[in-house]
Every structure is written in structure tokens, then in C-alpha cells.
């Protein structure tokens, strides 16, 4: 799955500079990962409650320290949430007719069977299958009937069945044995609700020329497949299916496989199409999928055999915004067919754009599901942030069609290595399918915003044993930006040390042997020691016991390289150096270290550092000698230098500052920042990174100084800092401004570079942002000039970001309600995305708490935008207690409307508690979190915890810092 909401990269970054600023469209945020929601409506089998999320799970605050899962004990196998090894499917027959529109009493609903073929492994007297609020008709008295495959063969008969709410399974008990190695059938018919909850099989809905249309789709992963029918809904229980749809004539029916036929006919006197699909490979339930819908699609005219379609709504197709999705997923397939060795596993893939959908996209095999935002691209609406999203989402999507699909991880608790992989690989199919953007590059964002949170006390390791992860709510827990972007680091890190040549040699061996089939983690690791044990690569140990320091360890170290005296050294790295770090570590928190470094502009051999300290007589410095360590930071950690070092690297900044690899600037000024946070180095000396950036004109520089910065406007922008700091960077952005000015020829171009696009968007943001009067007055003219002729915009989409938000914050009500108004009309949802997160600019708090109520009714703002907005207000000075305020209220309206256990709310509390640093937000934080402990936080409690850790950490900073910086920068900014 891809990451959910995104805020748009440059502009998160520049987003808290001025007062009320909110800049929501693109960049990962976080998870957003819906699971369980409770509904309105009755629950299906009349039951009380929802079953899987239980009070005492979701009270229990760090999921991460004990296990949560019911212990193993006395229990019967159907109170234990895996599911037995004494049965494995074989095939399924399903037949699902969803209807699009209300029965008599109002409820959307699906009907359908389905027929299992399994083998049985052990002999038993007990079929449990899982199954989640679905209703059964019964066959004399059992919600299923058993056969055997091989009439000749005696088959037990049902004594009793149920449904066990809680472990969401069917349970059958036989009067006799199952015998081992015999195939047995299950059939099955079923009625369920299509409702709008995002989960199994659901619906969707769109306006078109006025019309409204209902679709229906589905989302399995990770434990919804069970809520569409009947199965044994466990990532390594594959089988085929055989899938048949019923849906209303004129609309098309998709599936993972082609279709095989299509015809009309006629159920219960209702004529109706019928569409059989062709029996799909050997693959996991979570992977399915099944959409009805009225969708256009357009084609690829490639040669080759496997067929590429886009669908989306009739309008966005027509409108060409599927074109670009098109066209990169050619050139990525091609790509991935190169680098895995291995040809595309099936023969179509159809990639959906769907008005509502909860993460950013889903993998399913063959029948890939997104956003509308990360899958369309309108060439004229669109900004280029939007367009690498789409790229870079699809490259994800189809990485998985063979690592995680075709090969697929065991258990859940593995998902770091299924995620991780897809989010270091996108970069590289991303990169040839737009070779000219520099895209590898904008990796070390996702390694930046993970150094975040895996340099907290309350982080933990990548990898969990099996038995750790049981119920659904903690299979939600796994989707988090440590299995995504900490996973991705660590990939790219040994993929970097093996080179990528070996690194691919391993995948392509490991998917060859696994093809169809499932793995755990290490099985990965032996097949690229196999390629490895090769004399042209020595390794200091085994691929295993290297990884496994980064894999079962939580955190990274920050590796303090002295040049005077070689001494290399390392140290767990902790944002707050008061921080109690409870966990134990196998390795003592010591790491095997790869690292790459160069010395005077020359690039040196890479060394190991095995322990927690070494002697290395080259690291040795003299004179103007310089040292860098960690080219382009393809190792997961952070470098600290001796003072003579750093001074050294800051003389260099400014005299020529291009000897220092692009990426490793930005890594400079990041690790200076986050070490003199944690108090390792002055924060003058971090500070102090930044003033050579009058000069710099790169964006990843300017990146990392902006997202740095940020941490500051956050800390100070309610304080007397705040002026110094908003004149020092006013100062230095200004001839970033007035270079863009002219290379636009004043604002009328666009810059060639896809990254000199984003550090436009960057330099006009911060000069509208530190109150430069050319920028403000340049924003409220182009949107005055929109709100005269609203059909036509004269705002470059690339800009219209920072000039929404500006105009609206700067404006009053007409400006608002003109984008409203806007926000409402866009068939563009990039558009709307945009649109939505400026409303959340204005510095009036009467419409802010106006848009919180709306952002949680679903006539105003979709179900799966509630949480992003609320976000966007919080990241406004003006908007933040406000946001706090209204969270606090309807806490246990939201948290059960909008996503029990899911991954979005730890965004939020993140989100709303970013600026959180003096001792009585400590305390509101502290009240909240007990006065919820009987709603719950569901995936959000360890963002609470790391809330709670983040606040403690700004509170001594500031203490520490505060005049530290003003001084400093009221001597600057003059
Ligand atoms: C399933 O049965 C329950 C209890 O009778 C009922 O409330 C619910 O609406 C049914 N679901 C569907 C989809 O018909
Ligand atoms: C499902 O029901 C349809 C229509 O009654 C029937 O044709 C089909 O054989 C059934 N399929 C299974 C798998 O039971
Ligand atoms: C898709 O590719 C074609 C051919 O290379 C090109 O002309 C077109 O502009 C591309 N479309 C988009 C939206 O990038
Ligand atoms: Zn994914």
C-alpha cells in the first residue's frame, strides 16, 4: 500500500512561516490506514459490536512494549486469531453481485456465494474460516455445506456452526474427522452491506453532469477480504480464485484477472450483466480486488502482450488526466521486468482512480486501486508536485507486483521488508521513467522524516516476531513510517554496500525461488548472501548478522568522526539526551556501520565501523584538509565531526560550497540541527549552516535548511524570536527570489529543472511568508484576478499553492468563500486538494472552527479528508489551539467516525501537537491522553507517546536555547 495524505514537499517545508500558513497537497505525512470504524447502522449478524478492535486493545498505550495479543493459554482454536494449519485452500468459486443502488431499506447491499476447495493437512473435526459481518443463508440449519471432492469418500456432517464475532471467523464442528490429504468443498451464500466504511467490498460515490453515480470497489488489505466472503483470509493461505460478477447493464465489471466472457442475463427478473474472469494465479486474499463501476478507461498501444489500462471517471479520462499515469507505467513495467529479471507476473494491469479511498493506493495484483490525487495528472491543473506523486506512487504500486504479490511475505509482522522495499524501489523506476529529475536524490526526505521518529526513546525495531502480531488492530500497527521509510533506508543501505548489481542479482534468485509462494525476512537475506559470497566483495560479516543489527534494534547511531586524532566512534542517536531508553537492545545499540566518505574533494574507500569505537589513521586531518563522511547518505545514520572539522566544513560552505556533494549538503545542515537539539553540538554551530545559503540555489539544500528551520518558526513563532527569525530568513531568501524573478522572466515562466521548479515554489513561499511586499502583493493580484473570472485561473498550478494560501491568508471572508466555492466545482482533485488545504490559511478564527465542523461532515469534506484537514488548521498558528480544542471535544466522535486504529490519527495527534513546548501543553497532552483511555487511540497511541516524549524534548530545548538564538539571530538579521 502507499502512503495516505501527503503535504506538498517544498511547501510542508516553508509551510509554518508565516503566522497562518497550511499548505497541504503532497508529501507523506503518514500512514493513513484505515481499519476498524464503527458504524451507524446495526451490524450484520445482529451482533452488539464490532468485534475485532476489544477495549483493552485498543487502551493499551505502547503497543509496542508488550505484546498485546491475548496470551496463548487454554483457549479454543477458535478464540486464537491465526487460523489453524490443519486446512489450506486450494481454489475458490465466488460469485458477488453488489447493488448499486438502495433496497427497501435504504441499505446498499451485496449478495453472493462462493465455494472452497481445501485440502485438509490434519486430520480435524473443525472447519473455522474467516468471515466479518456477513449475514448466511442457511443450509438446513449451518451457514455452509460440506462436500467432498471425490463423491466416493464419506464426509462428515456439520453438528453445529457460528460466527465468532471477536477472532471474525465461521466456525463449523463436524460429527467426525477430515482426513488428512483428502480435498474437501465448502460452499457458502452470503449477504452483506456495501457501505462507505473504505473496507472490503465497498462503495464509492461521484457527481457527473449532475448526476450521482454509485460504484462499488474494494480494499482487502489487510484483513477485509473476509467482510466481501467467506476465506481463509491469511497472507500465506494462497489459492486461485474464479471470480464472476453481477452488475447493473451499462456498467463494466474489473477484477485481477481478464475477462473471460460477459453476458446478459437475468436474476430475480432483474436483467443484469454477468462477467466471468479468468481463474487468477496462486495468490493471497489481501491482493484481490473487485470494482463495478461506470468508469472510462484508456489503453496502451504497446506491442507487448500485457495490456495497461487507466479508468477513472468518464470526465478525467476524457480529459487526458489518466494520460500521464499511462505513460509512466510502460516505462516502469519495462524497467522492473529489467531489474527483477523476471517478466511481469500476469497479462493485464489496470490501474483505478477512485473518488474515495483511504491510503494512497492499494497493490492489488493486476487491478492496482489510488486516490484520484495519485493517479491523475491534469496537464493543465496540476503542479509538478502533483505529477511526481503520481509518479512515484505508481512506481511503488507496480514494484509490489512481484516483491510482495508474486512473492509474498509470510506474516504480517514482516510487512516492514514488503513496504520498505516498495518505498526504496519506486525511486529507481520513478528515475528511468523521468531520467532528468534527480529523483534518487529526494530519497533522503523519507530517511530525514524517519530519523525523526526512530531517534525517539519510544521508537521501536523494524522487525517483530511473529507471535507479536495476532489481532487486526495490531496488523494495523505495521503500516507505519518506521516499516516504510526506515524500511526503505536500510534496503537502499544494503543495496549500496552489496552495489546494486549483487543487490539485484539476490531479488531475482529470491523471486525465482519463491514465486507464487511466501517467505519471511531472512530468506531475502540468504539469497543475497549467495550472491555475495563472491571474492569481489568482502563483507566483515555475513548479510544476516550485518542486517540484523538494523533490522532488531530500534533507532540508528550518530557516528562521531574526529580528525584529529582518527578515532571513530558511534553512540545511539536521541533527539532528547534525557530521554530513558527502556528497551533492551540484543547488540547493546551498537551497529555495523557502512561508511562511505570523502576527504579534500577525493572520494575514499568505504570502511566498517564494527564497534563502538575504532581507530582510523586516514580520517586524519591537517591543515584545510576536510573530511565528509557518508556520501550521499546511503547509510542510515548521522555524522558528527570534531569543532576544527566543522569549521573546516563551514569555510567550505561558503567558499565553495558545490565541493560538498548536493544531497550531503542537505545532510549537513540536517545533522547539525538535530544534534544541536539533542545537545551534542552548539546551536549556534547549527545555526550557522544556514548562512551560506544566500548562495546556495539547489533545492535539496534548501530543502533540509526550510524543514529545519520550520522546527523553529514552530518553537518561536508565538514568542519575541519571532521577528529576528522572520528577518534573518527574509534575508536570506532574497536572492533566491530575485533569481527566480529572473529567470522567469518576473514570475512569467516556468524554470526548466523539475527541482528548480520546486525551489521557485520554495522562494516564493518563504518571501510571501517572511512578508517580502513584492510577494504578498503579487499573490492577492492573481487571485483577484481568478475571483473576477473564475473560469479562468491565471496562477501557475506549480505556484497556485503558495498563492491560494496567501490571498486567503492576507484576505477576509470573500476570499474564503470564493475558494469554497472553488473547493466545491474542482473535478480536478489535485485542485480540491490544493483548495482544501488553503481554507485552512485564514488567520480568522470564526471561519477556522467553521471549517473543523465541516471537516468531519462527509457532505462537506470526503470521510477520507477529515483528518488531513483538521491537520492543515493545526499547522496554523491561528488554527492550532483551535484544532487542539475541537480534537479534545469530539475525540470520541472522530476517533469512532473516522478511524478506529487507523494509521490517519497519528497524523492528526502529530499534526496537532507539532508546536506543543511549555510545561501546560505537557500537562493538556497528559489529560487528554487519560481522560481517552476508555475510547482509545487505537494506531494512534504511539504517536501519543511520541507526542508526549516530543513535548518534553521542546520544553528543555527552548530553556536551553532561547537566548541562544535570539542572540544570534538579532545579530544577523539586522
Ligand atoms: C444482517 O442481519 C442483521 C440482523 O438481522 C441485520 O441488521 C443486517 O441489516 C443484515 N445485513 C444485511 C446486509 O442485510
Ligand atoms: C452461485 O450462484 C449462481 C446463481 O445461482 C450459480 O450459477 C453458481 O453456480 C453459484 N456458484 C457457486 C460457487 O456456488
Ligand atoms: C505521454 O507521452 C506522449 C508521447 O511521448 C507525449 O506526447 C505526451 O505529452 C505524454 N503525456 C503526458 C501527460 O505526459
Ligand atoms: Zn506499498
Not at 489459492?239 to 485481477?256: D, E, K, R, W, Y
Not at 521508537?459 to 500497527?477: A, F, G, K, Q
Request: proline share 5%.
Amino acid at each position: 500500500m502507499a502512503k495516505g495524505f501527503y503535504l506538498s514537499r517544498n511547501l510542508a517545508m516553508a509551510g509554518l512561516l508565516l503566522a497562518a500558513i497550511a499548505l497541504v497537497t503532497i508529501i507523506a505525512l503518514s500512514v493513513v490506514y484505515d481499519k476498524e470504524r464503527s458504524r451507524n447502522r446495526a451490524p450484520s449478524n445482529g451482533a452488539p459490536s464490532v468485534g475485532a478492535s476489544s477495549p483493552s486493545s485498543s487502551s493499551s498505550i505502547d503497543p509496542y512494549s508488550s505484546s498485546t495479543s491475548a496470551s496463548p493459554g487454554p483457549q479454543k482454536p477458535w478464540q486464537r486469531y491465526r487460523l489453524p494449519d490443519t486446512l489450506a485452500p486450494v481454489h475458490y468459486d465466488i460469485t458477488l453481485w453488489p447493488r448499486l443502488e438502495p433496497d427497501q431499506q435504504g441499505l446498499y447491499i451485496f449478495t453472493g456465494n462462493s465455494t472452497v476447495r481445501f485440502v485438509c493437512l490434519k486430520d480435524t473435526d473443525l472447519i473455522i474460516i474467516h468471515a466479518n459481518k456477513l449475514n448466511f443463508t442457511l443450509f438446513q440449519g449451518h451457514e455452509a455445506r460440506l462436500k467432498a471432492l471425490d463423491p466416493a469418500h464419506p464426509v462428515p456432517q456439520v453438528q453445529s456452526s457460528w460466527l465468532q464475532e471477536e477472532t471474525e471467523y465461521l466456525v463449523l464442528q463436524l460429527d467426525g474427522a477430515l482426513k488428512a490429504g483428502r480435498v474437501y468443498l465448502l460452499e457458502t451464500q452470503f449477504k452483506g452491506e456495501l457501505a462507505d466504511d473504505l473496507e472490503g467490498f465497498y462503495r464509492s460515490q461521484y457527481t457527473e453532469d449532475g448526476v450521482q453515480k454509485v460504484l462499488a470497489t474494494s480494499q482487502m488489505q489487510a484483513t477485509f477480504a473476509r467482510k466481501a466472503f467467506p476465506c481463509f483470509d491469511e497472507p500465506a493461505m494462497k489459492a486461485t480464485f474464479s471470480v464472476v460478477l453481477i452488475h447493473p447493464q451499462g456498467t463494466g465489471a474489473l477484477s485481477n484477472s481478464k475477462q473471460m466472457e460477459s453476458s446478459r442475463v437475468e436474476f430475480d427478473g432483474i436483467p443484469v450483466s454477468r462477467t466471468t474472469f479468468e481463474p487468477t494465479k496462486r495468490m493471497s486474499t489481501y491482493l484481490l480486488a473487485f470494482i463495478v463501476s461506470g468508469f472510462s478507461f484508456i489503453e496502451g498501444d504497446q506491442e507487448t502482450d500485457v495490456q495497461v489500462r487507466i479508468w477513472a471517471r468518464h470526465q478525467a479520462i476524457t480529459e487526458g488526466q489518466g494520460d500521464y499515469a499511462l505513460n509512466v507505467t510502460e516505462a516502469i513495467l519495462n524497467f522492473y521486468e529489467h531489474y527483477y529479471n523476471t517478466s511481469y507476473p500476469l497479462s493485464k494491469s489496470d490501474q483505478v482512480a477512485l473518488p474515495d479511498f483511504n491510503a494512497g493506493a492499494m497493490e492489488n495484483w493486476g487491478l492496482i486501486t489510488y486516490r484520484e490525487t495519485a493517479l491523475l495528472y491534469d496537464p493543465v491543473a496540476s503542479s509538478t508536485g502533483n505529477k511526481e506523486r503520481v509518479l512515484t506512487v505508481i512506481a511503488h504500486e507496480l514494484a509490489h507486483m512481484w516483491f510482495g504479490n508474486l512473492v509474498t511475505l509470510r506474516w504480517w509482522n514482516d510487512l516492514w521488508l514488503n513496504e520498505g522495499f516498495a518505498s526504496y524501489v519506486e525511486y529507481l523506476g520513478a528515475d528511468h521513467a523521468e531520467p532528468t529529475w534527480d529523483i534518487k536524490e529526494h530519497i533522503i526526505f523519507e530517511v530525514r522524516k524517519v530519523f525523526a521518529v526512530d531517534a525517539l526513546a519510544s521508537s521501536h525495531p523494524l522487525s517483530r516476531r511473529e507471535e507479536e502480531v495476532n489481532r487486526p488492530s495490531e496488523i494495523t500497527e505495521m503500516f507505519n513510517t518506521i516499516s516504510y521509510s526506515k524500511g526503505a533506508a536500510v534496503l537502499r543501505m544494503l543495496s549500496e554496500f552489496l552495489s546494486e548489481p549483487v543487490f539485484a542479482k539476490g531479488l531475482s534468485s529470491y523471486l525465482n525461488m519463491f514465486a507464487f509462494n511466501n517467505t519471511v525476512y531472512t530468506d531475502l537475506w540468504d539469497h543475497l548472501q549467495l550472491v555475495s559470497d563472491t571474492p569481489s566483495i568482502s563483507l566483515p560479516h555475513s548479510v544476516q548478522d550485518i542486517m540484523n543489527r538494523w533490522v532488531l534494534q530500534m533507532g540508528f547511531p550518530v557516528v562521531t568522526v574526529d580528525t584529529r586524532t582518527g578515532q571513530v566512534s558511534q553512540q545511539h542517536f536521541l533527539n532528547d539526551p534525557q530521554a530513558v531508553v527502556e528497551r533492551g537492545s540484543p547488540f547493546n545499540y551498537t551497529w555495523f556501520v557502512p561508511i562511505k566518505w570523502i576527504k579534500s574533494g577525493v572520494e575514499q574507500e568505504q570502511f566498517w565501523l564494527l564497534k563502538k569505537t575504532g581507530i582510523d589513521s586516514r580520517v586524519i586531518a591537517t591543515g584545510d584538509q576536510w573530511v565528509l563522511a557518508n556520501t550521499n547518505v546511503s547509510g542510515y545514520f548521522r555524522v558528527n565531526y570534531d569543532l576544527e572539522n566543522w569549521e573546516r566544513l563551514l569555510h567550505l560552505l561558503h567558499t565553495d560550497h558545490q565541493a560538498i556533494p548536493t544531497v550531503n549538503r542537505a545532510q549537513l545542515l540536517d545533522d547539525a540541527f538535530n544534534l544541536a537539539r539533542a545537545k551534542v553540538i552548539n546551536t549556534t554551530l547549527a545555526l550557522r549552516t544556514t548562512s551560506y545559503l544566500s548562495k546556495e540555489r539547489d533545492y535539496i539544500p534548501w530543502a533540509s535548511a526550510l524543514s529545519n528551520l520550520n522546527y523553529y518558526f514552530l518553537m518561536f513563532d508565538r514568542t519575541e524570536v519571532y521577528g529576528p527569525l522572520q528577518g534573518y530568513i527574509r534575508k536570506q531568501t532574497l536572492p533566491l527570489f530575485e533569481y527566480y524573478r529572473t529567470i522567469t522572466a518576473n514570475w512569467a515562466r516556468v524554470p526548466p529543472g523539475h527541482n528548480d521548479q520546486y525551489n521557485q515554489i520554495n522562494a516564493l513561499n518563504m518571501a510571501c511568508n517572511t512578508g517580502l511586499k513584492d510577494c504578498k502583493e503579487l499573490a492577492l493580484r492573481w487571485f483577484s484576478e481568478w475571483m473576477a473570472d473564475p473560469e479562468r485561473n491565471p496562477i501557475h498550478p506549480n505556484l497556485k499553492s503558495t498563492v491560494y494560501c496567501s490571498a486567503i491568508a492576507f484576505g477576509g471572508t470573500e476570499e474564503w468563500d470564493f475558494a469554497w466555492r472553488m473547493f466545491q466545482n474542482a473535478t480536478v482533485a489535485t485542485e480540491s486538494a490544493r483548495l482544501r488545504s488553503a481554507l485552512a490559511c485564514t488567520k480568522a478564527p470564526w471561519l477556522l472552527n467553521r471549517y473543523l465542523q465541516y471537516s468531519i461532515d462527509p457532505t462537506k469534506i470526503r470521510k477520507q479528508d477529515s483528518v488531513s484537514t483538521i491537520v492543515a488548521v493545526a499547522r496554523n498558528v491561528v488554527g492550532m489551539p483551535l484544532a487542539w480544542n475541537f480534537v479534545r471535544e469530539n475525540w470520541s466522535y472522530i476517533f469512532n467516525n473516522y478511524g478506529r486504529g487507523s494509521f490517519s490519527f497519528s497524523g492528526l495527534i502529530t499534526g496537532i501537537t507539532q508546536r506543543f513546548s511549555t510545561e501546560f501543553e505537557l500537562k493538556e497532552l497528559e489529560r487528554f491522553k487519560e481522560q481517552n483511555l476508555q475510547v482509545g487511540f487505537g494506531s494512534a497511541s504511539l504517536a501519543l507517546e511520541q507526542a508526549i516524549e516530543n513535548t518534553r524534548a521542546n520544553i528543555r530545548w527552548l530553556a536551553e536555547s532561547r537566548s541562544q538564538v535570539l542572540d544570534w539571530l538579532s545579530g544577523e538579521a539586522k
